[in-house]
């Protein structure tokens, strides 16, 4: 399989890469109970999979379910709901970001309505796929990798002059993935001009644009070539704009899995 132009990096460099990251993490607390829920996770993946014969292709598992002829069915990550990162290893101050989940969980009802395959990644107290409307909404929780090397041990003093803070994108973890990334701003002025510098920094595929304000009507697609403009059909009587949004990024998934060595 051909990585696309400017991707191939070396299997044992990225191995080298991952052990690292986890070398240099503190002790994980209830290591074996956290494996253990991990592990019987994998199990109800593989199947899961068995079970409705498709092809997935996945760091996580180091395997591939054949499906002879039945074909393949798309599989999508959706992570969904902020994150917080810690300033300090023994925290006291961290970097939090608003968002409440229901454009992630939405999404994902969505593509599951396309025949999607969709693993969930959520943090607690976000909204859930088929319960955002619901009140009291189940406490979920989100994935969380932070390199303990950059955290600063003790509370960081107030005159220790200004914070610099460097968000590391982990592409090489799945190089072949067609990846969209959300930008949200309260002023639709430089709202595509944000959108379209995120595209370029953290070579995405596509960037949803969001106005605060009008967010649950309207968004924009931008891609390298194009800004496409999505709206809510008030006139079909439909309650979200992600039921117009996934339909466009499943057609351009399709494209993009068709024209790429998969």
Request: negative net charge.
């Amino acid at each position: 399989m051909a990585l696309p132009s400017g991707l191939e990096i070396p299997k044992e460099v990225l191995d080298a890469e991952i052990k690292s990251f986890f070398d240099s993490a503190p002790p994980l607390k209830n290591s074996d109970d956290v494996s253990q829920k991990l592990e019987d996770f994998l199990k109800r993946i593989r199947y899961f999979l068995a079970c409705i014969k498709i092809r997935f292709y996945s760091f996580l598992i180091d395997s591939t379910c054949d499906v002879g002829n039945g074909g393949a069915r798309m599989v999508v990550c959706v992570t969904s709901g902020g994150t917080t990162v810690p300033l300090e290893q023994r925290c006291v101050r961290y970097i939090d970001n608003f968002s409440s989940g229901h454009r992630g969980a939405a999404s994902t009802e969505y593509f599951l309505k396309a025949d999607y395959a969709v693993i969930f990644l959520y943090r607690r107290g976000t909204c859930q796929p088929y319960c955002r409307s619901l009140p009291n909404d189940p406490l979920l929780e989100c994935l969380e990798i932070v390199d303990e090397s950059n955290i600063q041990e003790h509370k960081i003093q107030s005159g220790s002059g200004p914070l610099d803070m460097r968000l590391v994108l982990r592409r090489d973890w799945a190089p072949m993935a067609f990846c969209i990334s959300f930008k949200l701003e309260t002023d639709s002025k430089i709202l595509l001009e944000k959108a379209d510098m995120a595209r370029r920094k953290y070579k995405m595929h596509m960037v949803v644009a969001n106005e605060l304000l009008s967010r649950k009507e309207e968004v924009v697609v931008v891609t390298s070539n194009e800004k496409i403009s999505v709206r809510r059909n008030k006139s079909l009587g439909v309650d979200d704009v992600e039921s117009a949004l996934i339909e466009l990024l499943v057609e351009r998934h399709s494209a993009y899995v068709e024209n790429s060595d998969l």
